[in-house]
């Protein structure tokens, strides 16, 4: 089958791969038929990982189950699932309490797997033709037949369950304000879960006219952070007090100011400055404990500057760490049959497998407004 | 009246300063029976905050109430009250919603008060004769007649709390470990009310020998750091797996390894290497944003090197903040009526009000076993 | 001053009765610009309850604050304020602990007090040019000067917050369906509330044509009782399955079928076999202990047959109670403010305050469209 | 092998039976070395319910590992486990969310599936010599290699779980006053839970002089209700208030005052008068829809009288239904490990499976001190 493969630093292709098998009772085999490209992928696209080439990337992953084994009980041939992009058992400890992005069996060694990518297990990518899901009782996420929603839907892998754990590690509540670092894919998907959780007020820091555009048509309030202090805009639109609750939607490769310059911590302190005392963080943002890229020694081994004196004083609780997607999916899967929720406004482009090696070039660039592109294999 | 007054680094005096007056409708005088010294007294004895000569310390208080404002509706003459140490409104959105450690009413600009603490507000301390508590029917909990049970109840104004508001932000269940790093009076109080709260197996790492024993006598495991990385002995006694929650009792000025230098991240960076993936810790051990003694730069601004990276990594939440004492000060005093909780064990010296110089001295020392003082004036 | 008083079964009047006047340091006196007429005045209207002739109606009250104690911190002459219905102190451990329709304080021999309402303490109703207010820190909501949102800030003082409070005891959360039974005032509030919350499907459960109208109208799901059993055509809309959760906004005198017999446990029964095994029931429905105008023995002792053996075959949890308003009225009101919730959609007559025998008898009738009436002293 | 067979009311048999099959890829076989008798076994012996003769009881079960299915992961030969008596799935929409007692998947048609027990599905029960267990990796707890805790960990099948689970409905937290209604073994469990998190005072209501006693050796307060009023006993020690939380582990055939007279809601309404306002009830204690011993023919079909009116006044919340096991059986295993708790104070005898149609005699006559048996198959 074809896929696209990791090459090099800054370059993928799509090559002729072997067919994904069952492996085990529990697997199933599925025909995809969207995956979509996240930042993440970048990471190791653009060499800043330990990722080896030959990989196969992509783990926001929907299609067509094609192949069922023998111990699966729930779904069947012909079913249109969704997976998250965490590969998880469903039996360990941390999936029986919800953190299913912490599993103890698939990925021995680490709490966590994904599928195609670098240290999480050995599970190859579906930015493919066919895609093997193990434990697929747990891991495939039941959709309605058809294609109707298909670009929401797929979604539901990734960007729109991790905004949405910002906002449940900063237990949003309705009449809250919200301040959201980061305006990209996940950026807006947080203020848009702020917004359908109830928030009174959600506010989304960028640069980029484009995302801040979005981030207004949905109803939240764009700051631009070329134009000044964000903290001192977010407080002089909410009565000098900060907002009762604040997402790190960027993460570790964070810019400070006008000049672009990377400063890891820079959007984490200034949530600290941003959010009232007694306040919640929810930081999606990844962080790592490795980044041979950083600026400085220090956060080579992602040890960062943090204003903990600031943190304690205000008695901020922070929750930090990749999504558990199944937490979460079912009900925002619910959210849009019902109408009630549009993700899909995040896409920019939608894209035959083919044309992968421009889509991540391109989306790597973030040129001609490649803010998130879907794969139809 | 008398007073414990702060004259200069490493001297207080038990001098006459004025009687408290009743300033407002909903105060209360209270003649104080018990005050104890508490270790954030310490930071102020060693000049090592902006507290001014003057200044009459003391904010965990009881005692009986002898004068009662006309507004004033629960509390009567006679009554026997211990107070939180932090002085809150009760209507405040902050106090409203339990935050009352944080209330934006009696400290303005700032989010809290506190008796007799530099920059928590107008509120003489109580290590003195008498103590003004303003919002009596909030701030006063009303204890049972009489004397029994007088160095528990002392212990409800601050440390007890404290220990026990380290395993709420910690969410400690039954059935939990937890490692406990500080085996101080509060670090002591967090293993006790981790033990109330069902945990199964509590470690409490210090390298002081007595309060090692304490550690090991109320039912928890004694890590001794200066004999090895407590992480690894931790992690040793959990099937190398850490623990599933941590409480910070030491605060910013950590000291790492048996050479006794200040590391004020060492607690923080050694808890997230000591629990587990999907933990959680509490943080009542205080932060600062100005700390002028700091061993370099950064932290004499309150930035602390902190491994975000396997903080992220591990998925790990964490709560900080001085404690909310009035949230669990009732049910705590409670545990004590009923028989079920005895925190006096951590008191050291029950002394007259005169002796406080002295006290002061040996406490900061931590000679002769001066571990906890109660001054009854 | 002119106020709404209470004559005999079916009448009350519009009389000079004495201003109000401060009696303790934490009152102040409000002068009313708005208080509405409640579905719970009508049980004393009615003679359905003990309220004697002579007491002064209205619970929902807003206005200017005229005069202020010596003892109040936070009000000032002025102030334009909005208070729950529920009078509350703010330091009892029912209060503290967010259980403001519960004080231990205010009523003494009962849990909770209100405004103008029989058996809930001595305090005169606001359908009055003015309003004594105890503990008026505490009790008092501050809004935005001028006149600006009055009819949706009026709604904060009851059945906004108490809509509301069915959500919250049924824990509505994004993406679950939802059964309200009861399209009045409170029951459009809570489905309004459900769709502020996140939640994908709302079902409001009425035979009125007007109240499944403004049901429909804001995008919940009308179910006609009139028209079949109302258990099944819900479940017919959700996959034969039931909804998530449920909140019964209708109490003790529900009346079942086309019939209009009362009966007074039929919507508790009709939500244990519409909502799923696992879900929550919200009950801000008005139950009493003590109905003389009951259809049977068991019901005037508040004794109803609930069939607890599906309850708990479906392992269903259940809320009930008042609604303590202080736990939600500052946020609902941020809400109002930021242009994301607009409840007034729900009243139907804003009269002056000499019309209030007319808007009663109207009310009673459910004729002209009354449905929600608010007084303009 | 060996079981324990129902052959018609009052009567069974220990009889040969086909042993078990591996019949799926997720299943495990389990030589047997305990199986406990639940009360609820008695419903069915007593022919108080549908089952059919042939049923072979037992759902309390712990073992060896003797054979493997295919798709099995984390479970091995030799593993010694136990079983919660909920059989589950762990991947429908109520297993993630926890609620295993309510599986979807199990038996079709009904939320929730058991071992050895009436219209709990396809499940042969335990006290046999060996035993299928379906979804094993979800379904199996592994324990410590060995025999040691034998008798505590059997009870981790159901009865300790299942008091907890009370506390947990109920919300039990430190300091708290709690009434457990019934001293029976799932009473005296609930109360030996509260106690382990943290309730100060623990009141356990029974007549059974032998209950009384074991529940005062624990630490709660024995009220006998042969004596007077239980919620009269109860008032009296709480200063005239009630408790803050109530448990039911009486359930349907509760019996009321020194008559013996079953009187199905006697505990349910003595609950709603023991608990203040705003506390909560938690009720594991069994009520089904359908009764035929039932004393009358509301209570045949589940429907009973319960004073909603006062329920309601006093803003109680309530949960119901049978235990989530998996929710609780590793943490209260992790407690008995590590010497934190000792839930085998309950046990009575321990006998061999031969021997179970004397103790079904002898423990449905509640003679010769038969309070809770285990069989050694």
Known sequence: MKAVVYKEPFKVAVEE????????PNDVIVRITSSAICGSDLHMYEGRTAAEPGIVFGHENLGIVEEVGAGVTSIQQGDRVVMPFNVAC????????????????VNPGFA???????????????QA????????????L???????????????????PTGYHGCELAQVSPGESVAVYGGG????????????????????????????????????????????SPVEQIKEQTGGEGTDKGVDAVGYQAQAGAQQREEPAVVLNSLVDTVRATGMLGVPGLYVPSDPGAPDEQAKRGMLLVSVGRLFEKGLRMGTGQCDVKR???Q??????????????VVSHELPLDEAPKAYEKFDKRVEGYTKVVLHP
Do not use: W
């Not at 966590?112 to 579906?126: F, L």
């Not at 959709?143 to 990734?158: K, V």
């Not at 925002?332 to 406004?345: H, K, V």
């Open 328 to 330: 979460y999916n079912r």
């Open 112 to 126: 966590g797997g994904a599928y195609g990518y670098v240290a999480m297990g050995p599970y190859p990518g579906g």
């Open 142 to 160: 039941k959709l309605p037949p058809g294609t109707e929603h298909e670009t929401d839907f797929i979604l539901l892998a990734d960007i729109f």
């Open 332 to 345: 925002l899967r619910d959210l849009i049959i019902d109408g009630r929720a549009t993700p899909s406004f």
């Open 129 to 140: 033709e066919r895609l093997r899901v193990p434990f697929a009782d747990f891991n495939c």
């Open 185 to 228: 894919p996940v950026g807006l998907m947080a203020a848009y879960s702020a917004l359908l959780r109830g928030a009174s007020k959600v506010f989304v820091v960028d640069r980029v006219p484009e995302r801040l555009e979005k981030a207004e048509r949905i109803g939240a309030t764009p700051i631009n952070f070329a134009e000044g």
């Open 90 to 105: 469903g039996f360990c400890k941390n999936c029986v309490a919800g953190h299913t992005g912490f599993c103890l069996t």
């Open 17 to 24: 791969v072997p067919d994904p098998q069952l492996q085990h």
